[in-house]
């Protein structure tokens, strides 16, 4: 049974840091294209930043570049989102998310979200 258990969410000033983690269980970590996503109250849920597998390209959405970074242990097999000059603008449910990257349509998995709220 695939598992992504994710941490590190909380409260936090603006301004100040996080680091969000995302434990995979399950599933050949490195056949797997890791990605985090957010959902604020109201909103869509959006990508926030991905990291592939083999090649550890990344990319990241526009609000958050030069703030936020990812990265991931392939030993561990977890995925991290270390979020730096955080904004009340980010405060939302963040996911993460898992897509075999072999196949066009390869199995997608999700875990259950860790709230991150950015107030004074």
């Known amino acids: 049974q695939v598992q992504l258990v994710e941490s590190g969410g909380g409260l936090v000033q603006p301004g100040g840091s996080l680091r969000l983690s995302c434990a995979a269980f399950?599933?050949?970590?490195?056949?797997?294209?890791m990605s985090w996503y957010r959902q604020a109250p109201g909103k869509e849920r959006e990508l926030v930043a991905t990291i592939e597998d083999f090649t550890y390209r990344t990319n990241y959405t526009d609000s958050v570049k030069g703030r936020f970074a990812i990265w991931r242990d392939d030993v561990e097999r977890t995925v991290y989102l270390r979020m730096n000059s955080v904004k009340v603008q980010d405060t939302a449910m963040y996911y993460c998310?898992?897509?075999?990257?072999?196949?066009?349509?390869?199995?997608?998995?999700w875990g259950q979200g860790t709230q991150v709220t950015v107030s004074p």
């Open positions: 399950g599933l050949t970590f490195t056949d797997y294209s």
């Open positions: 998310h898992a897509r075999d990257s072999r196949a066009i349509r390869g199995a997608v998995y």
